[in-house]
């Protein structure tokens, strides 16, 4: 953990801080079925868990939000034996909604088009490695079609420069961080790391999506 937040903390006083460019107009995911009842979970992975958590806790419709590891073993499902980046685990986080007042598909929209970059492999800012690639572990049939459809058609409209490189793989696994890692954005907000790249996310989301976005985090 302190490496992550040295080394951030370094390029950004080098650098000035993040830029962050998204298409103006963002393509709507394909159609699905209606909305099931009760509630929902998907798995997405895209580099440091706790920016994607930053932007997901705070989406209309989730209702609960857990940073942990998938890809990997449980015995090495620990942030210091994953930070290695030789347990094919990838930071990741586990999303309930409500498909009543939000879908899958627009959780998939909200995760390529502003909680983190589809289009880098094995690597999101200044965080390098297998742990940090993009993924999205379905669970079911639903969560594979959909996301295949998707970055289909994202590639096919060149929403990017350069192709997706977002893995569509089984969920064999999740397992929870510890908790001093849930909810990191929100008890260390001034936190170079945090400041410098995760806080960006969140308000990019923000800015770009205000309809979907609310105060209460989850």
């Not at 920016?51 to 073993?73: C, D, I, L, R």
């Not at 490695?129 to 058609?153: H, M, V």
């Not at 590639?155 to 909810?183: E, M, R």
Request: with cysteine; charged share 20%; glycine share 8%.
């Amino acid at each position: 953990m302190q490496n992550r937040i040295l080394s951030a903390a370094v390029a950004l006083l080098a650098t000035g801080g993040l830029t962050l460019a998204l298409a103006a107009s963002f393509p709507d995911p394909p159609k699905v079925s209606a909305p099931a009842e009760g509630t929902a979970s998907v798995v997405l992975a895209g580099g440091c868990y706790w920016g994607m958590q930053g932007v997901f806790e705070h989406m209309k419709g989730v209702t609960n939000t857990v940073v942990g590891f998938s890809g990997g073993k449980k015995e090495t499902a620990v942030y210091e034996r994953v930070e290695e980046g030789d347990t094919n685990h990838a930071e990741s986080i586990k999303i309930t909604y409500d498909p009543s007042k939000t879908s899958l598909g627009e959780i998939y929209k909200v995760y390529f088009s502003a909680a983190h970059d589809p289009t880098t492999l094995n690597r999101q800012h200044y965080d390098v490695g297998t742990q940090y690639r993009s993924a999205i572990f379905y669970a079911n049939d639903e969560q594979k079609k959909l996301a295949e459809e998707y970055i289909r058609d994202l590639n096919n409209a060149k929403v990017f420069k350069d192709p997706i490189v977002t893995q569509v793989v089984p969920l064999t696994g999740f397992y929870p961080a510890k908790s001093d890692h849930q909810h990191y954005l929100d008890k260390y907000p001034n936190q170079p790391y945090i400041a410098g790249v995760d806080i960006p996310l969140l308000h990019n989301f923000q800015q770009k999506y205000p309809d979907l976005y609310t105060k209460e985090s989850k």
